[in-house]
């Protein structure tokens, strides 16, 4: 259990090493995740660049606001007027699913540009 969450602890988010003052690493796995998001998803699928966009800079937090939008927000949209549909469409395709491969994708990406610049410790 303990080495799960060492191993882990290994993913960052480009978003650590922007604060610990590396912006090197960090705007190169951000271009990294925004390339490989958009041929996963923008060249293959169709998903706009917008949501890959948001992807990469929302992290962690984009999903808290896919969750917002679940729980609290769609309830306030009529279902009588017919938006309800486009709208999880829309939130579906901007949001959660660019934001759930963008959060795996940005954290792999960070972890190859840091340890291709020997950044990444070796620790236990």
């Not at 990469?56 to 729980?71: E, K, M, P, W």
Request: without cysteine; hydrophobic residues 55%.
């Amino acid at each position: 259990m303990i080495s799960a969450i060492s191993f882990i602890k290994k993913f960052k988010s480009p978003w650590y090493y922007w604060h610990t003052g590396q912006k090197k690493i960090a705007l190169l796995s951000m271009l990294l995740s925004a390339g490989i998001l958009w041929i996963g998803l923008g060249a293959t699928v169709g998903f706009s660049i917008a949501g890959i966009i948001l992807a990469i800079l929302l992290d962690g937090i984009g999903l808290g606001l896919a969750l917002l939008y679940l729980i609290i927000l769609r309830t306030y949209i009529p279902e009588w007027i017919n938006l309800k549909n486009n709208a999880d469409a829309l939130v579906m395709n901007i949001l959660i699913w660019p934001l759930l491969m963008g959060f795996f994708v940005s954290r792999i990406s960070t972890f190859i540009v840091a340890k291709s610049t020997g950044k990444v410790s070796n620790e236990k």
